[in-house]
Each structure stands twice: as structure tokens, then as C-alpha cells.
């Protein structure tokens, strides 16, 4: 394939699928500055292969790794020439601070939760299905209070400075699932919190990010398959998971039992 005049043919590690990268997630657990020259120099032998996705000033070259830093990565070291001047690690953004409402000038508004029945009522039936395959345990221990939703709004400073982050220096946005979206009633997810997830979706798309939720619920299997199916069909990017198996088969929550 060739992109701005460029050869971006490449055989990645996948065999059913050699043009799809690899995404090396680094999570940085010390203090971003004093670990980040390590890092660098660590990539040396991806860098001088010619293996990683980097930004040429005008596009993104794909490579059969792309390398994506998270945790306490510093988004300054990322930006700056000097830091990487390869522009080949990438950030992992802040999704929360991404939502966006629909507009009428956007080319893909999403649906209007207020008019949109039909898709309430699949959605309703679809979490009845999966609660047929929970176990006697619960997700969510101890008070049944429900969290306040609170939909942000689209002037807050944070969403104006979120889009510092572009294809330029990120890769994913990503945020925690229980943190952004907060706790779910009767294992459903309400309309705010499909809003939620649909606003973060549309502004992380709107800036040519993938988006990633992290820390989604694993148990029952019964929850976790209906928290997938729900996210891959809103046009979740990167689905977040640690049973590889259990997702590969694309057939969750039938006949499974917690």
C-alpha cells in the first residue's frame, strides 16, 4: 500500500492478518522523566528495523509495531523533537475528556436516546439474555446507591485542551470503564451512560483516535459478555480484555455459565 508516495507495505506478526500492527502498550510505573531515555534507548533495535509506526510530519507510516505509552508516560517527552525525534511512541490519551454531543454537522450524529425505542429495547432484552447465564455473585458489592450521571458539557476547558491530542502524538484514548461510566443498575447500562460512552466514542473518532476502556467488569460472565457486545457495537476500537479465548469467539454469553 502506498500513502503520500510512500511504500507502507509490511509483513506484521499476525498470519491471518500480516498488514495489522502489533501495539506494544508500555506502561510507564516510575516517574515518566527518568524512565523515558531507558525506553528510547530500549526501541533502538525496532527503531533501526525499521518496525515501528511513526509520524513523518504529515502522515501516519504504519510499521508492524506501534508503540503506544501509557501510565506515567510524559506527553511533553512525546511532543518534543528533541525527546523523540523518530515521532514513532505515541500517547495514550485521556478519553474522558474527549465526550462531544451530537451535532448536526457532524457526519456521523449517533442516535437520539430519546427517540430511538427500538434500539432501548433490544438493548434491554439483550442484558436479559445475559443475566440468564450470572452466577449467585455480584459485581457490585455492598450499597446499591446509584452513582449521579452527569453528562459533560461540551464548553468545559478539558474537552477544548483534549485536542492537543491528535494522530500526530496519540495513538489510543483510553479511560477506566467504572470510573468514567460508573456503576450499572440491574446490569443494565442506562441512556446516560450509553451517552456517555457514545459522546467519548464520537469525540475520540472526531480527533482520529482509537478509543479503549479499560478495567471492564470480568465477572459474572454474564455482565462482562454484555458489556462487550454493547461497546463493540457502539464502535469501541481496542475491546480490553484478559480472557483471550473467551473473546475470540465472538459468540458471548450464549450457553456460558458463571
Known amino acids: ?8 507495505s509490511f509483513n506484521g506478526v499476525f498470519d491471518t492478518d500480516p498488514a495489522q500492527t502489533l501495539t ?7 516517574a515518566g522523566s527518568a524512565t523515558w531515555s531507558h525506553v528510547v534507548e530500549a526501541l533502538e533495535p525496532l527503531r533501526s528495523a525499521n518496525y515501528l509506526t511513526y509520524y513523518n510530519d504529515t502522515i501516519l507510516i504504519p510499521g508492524p509495531i506501534t508503540v503506544v505509552g ?3 508516560t510524559p506527553f511533553s517527552r512525546i511532543t518534543s523533537n528533541s525527546t523523540n525525534p523518530s515521532h514513532d511512541i505515541f500517547f495514550d490519551a485521556p478519553l474522558s475528556e474527549m465526550w462531544e454531543s451530537p451535532t448536526a454537522s457532524d457526519p456521523d450524529p449517533g442516535r437520539s436516546l430519546n427517540q430511538d425505542e427500538d434500539f432501548i429495547k433490544k438493548e434491554s432484552k439483550l442484558s436479559d439474555t445475559y443475566r440468564q447465564h450470572r452466577s449467585p455473585s455480584t459485581y457490585h458489592k455492598g450499597s446499591r446507591k446509584v452513582m449521579k450521571e452527569v453528562i459533560p458539557s461540551r464548553n468545559t476547558p478539558s474537552l477544548l485542551e483534549s485536542d492537543i491530542y491528535t494522530p500526530e502524538n496519540s495513538y489510543y ?25 457514545r459522546g467519548h466514542i464520537r469525540g475520540a473518532h472526531r480527533r482520529g483516535l482509537k478509543v479503549r476502556y479499560w478495567d471492564l467488569p470480568d465477572w459474572p460472565i454474564g455482565l462482562r459478555s454484555y458489556v462487550w457486545d454493547v461497546l463493540m457495537r457502539e464502535g469501541m476500537d481496542v475491546l ?11 459468540d458471548w454469553g450464549k450457553g456460558e455459565e458463571g
Open 173 to 197: 484514548a483510553s479511560v477506566a470503564f467504572g470510573k468514567a461510566i460508573g456503576r450499572m443498575w440491574r446490569w443494565r447500562l442506562s441512556e446516560q451512560q450509553m451517552a456517555l460512552i
Open 70 to 72: 501509557t501510565g506515567n
Open 240 to 250: 480490553n480484555v484478559d480472557d483471550l479465548r473467551a473473546a475470540s469467539k465472538w
Open 24 to 30: 506494544l502498550l508500555i506502561d510507564f510505573k516510575t
Open 1 to 8: 500500500m502506498t500513502i503520500g508516495g510512500l511504500d507502507t
